[in-house]
């Protein structure tokens, strides 16, 4: 049976779709932006900061729901800018020091509210 994650710890979902669904020890988590938590709004600065309250936000809705991050195993990863893909990966390596998860990394035309960077992921447990 699915279920629904709804963390406190994570932005609120901006559309009609949940945080992340969990079904069969997997847990597919949508989308996430550089959007803070509680107040739901874009986190100051540029790409660095972004993708660090990315993962930061991955990880809440990981724990809340009972994954770690080691459990992912497939992100999906999307830059308004390719250009930024080095610093992108300074930050997201250090979410992932050994055996890093299957991955793919794409630039967009654009993402919701102007994000620079909007990541989402499949862990198992």
Do not use: H, W
């Not at 809340?64 to 991050?69: E, I």
Request: proline content about 6%; some cysteine.
């Amino acid at each position: 049976m699915k279920r629904i994650t709804a963390s406190q710890n994570a932005p609120r979902a901006i559309g009609p779709y949940s945080q992340a669904v969990e079904i069969n020890g997997m847990i597919f988590v949508s989308g996430q932006i550089g959007l803070k938590p509680v107040e739901n709004v874009m986190v100051e600065g540029g790409i660095i900061e972004q993708t660090t309250q990315v993962m930061k936000n991955i990880n809440s809705i990981l724990t809340d729901s009972g994954y770690t991050m080691s459990d992912i195993v497939k992100c999906t990863c999307m830059l308004s800018d390719l250009k930024n893909f080095n610093a992108f990966n300074g930050i997201y390596s250090k979410y992932f020091p050994q055996n890093p998860p299957a991955r793919v990394t794409f630039e967009v035309s654009a993402l919701p509210k102007s994000a620079m960077i909007e990541i989402d992921c499949i862990a198992v447990k």
